[in-house]
């Protein structure tokens, strides 16, 4: 079945630091791949997304590219702040499968200044 | 457009009592998703509907765990006899179709 497999945390960097969270996937169809964000006390939020393989999605600085020679959609940004501290969550869809996400585990960030 | 909202917000029962909780999702969205989210993990899916229509269930709802949509618009989830493993955050997200989803805030549940 699907599944996503996600570096486990937590993640502490110093701010301005650049970041990297690992994210592999397993799929059976063709599966679209998203990065979401939790920051604390609050609900789920949508930070980026790619479609189809060697799409790049972007926000906030954050970037995500879809490879699927490695399976995998590694979430980066250059340039950490505080502000970004939060729970990262990788996730994938199929509509070939009813659509219902698959989450990876989630890789807590801690940025201090 | 209010985006997804979930009641209550946080309830706290006793072993063995019943719990509900309601989604209401956008208008317009004519899917809805149930997840369940305990400490330190992602969430996990356990049922959709498309309009009224219950499409699939994961094999993580057992029988003590129901959910409706009467009139395709808000949701139900119930569980019965709640376990103390039943504790986590119940998360609802609806989509146009298969569309991008939306989340709610989710319910926090307690089970002492």
């Known amino acids: 079945g699907d599944s996503v497999t996600q570096m486990e945390g937590p993640v502490t960097l110093s701010e301005e630091a650049f970041l990297t969270i690992n994210c592999t996937y397993t799929a059976t169809g063709y599966p679209s791949l998203f990065w979401y964000v939790q920051y604390p006390g609050e609900g789920l939020q949508l930070l980026l997304k790619a479609t189809k393989a060697d799409d790049k999605g972007s926000n906030k600085g954050f970037e995500a590219t879809y490879r699927k020679e490695t399976t995998s959609f590694h979430l980066e940004k250059g340039s950490v702040q505080v502000s970004d501290s939060a729970v990262y969550f990788c996730?994938?869809?199929?509509?070939?499968?009813?659509?219902?996400?698959?989450f990876g585990t989630g890789t807590s960030l801690t940025v201090i200044p | 457009d209010t985006g997804v909202s979930q009641d209550p917000r946080h309830k706290i029962t006793k072993r063995g009592q019943n719990v509900t909780f309601r989604c209401d999702p956008i208008?317009?969205?004519?899917?809805l998703y149930w997840y369940r989210q305990t400490l330190g993990q992602g969430p996990e899916f356990l049922t959709y509907f498309q309009n009224e229509a219950q499409l699939e269930k994961s094999r993580l709802l057992s029988d003590r765990f129901s959910a409706e949509r009467p009139k395709g618009s808000f949701s139900t989830l119930e569980i019965q006899r709640t376990e103390q493993g039943d504790s986590a955050m119940y998360l609802c997200?609806?989509?146009?179709?298969?569309?991008?989803?939306?989340f709610g805030p989710g319910t926090r549940l307690t089970v002492l």
């Open positions: 208008s317009e969205h004519n899917r």
């Open positions: 996730a994938l869809s199929d509509r070939n499968t009813g659509n219902q996400f698959y």
């Open positions: 997200a609806s989509s146009l179709g298969l569309g991008e989803q939306f």
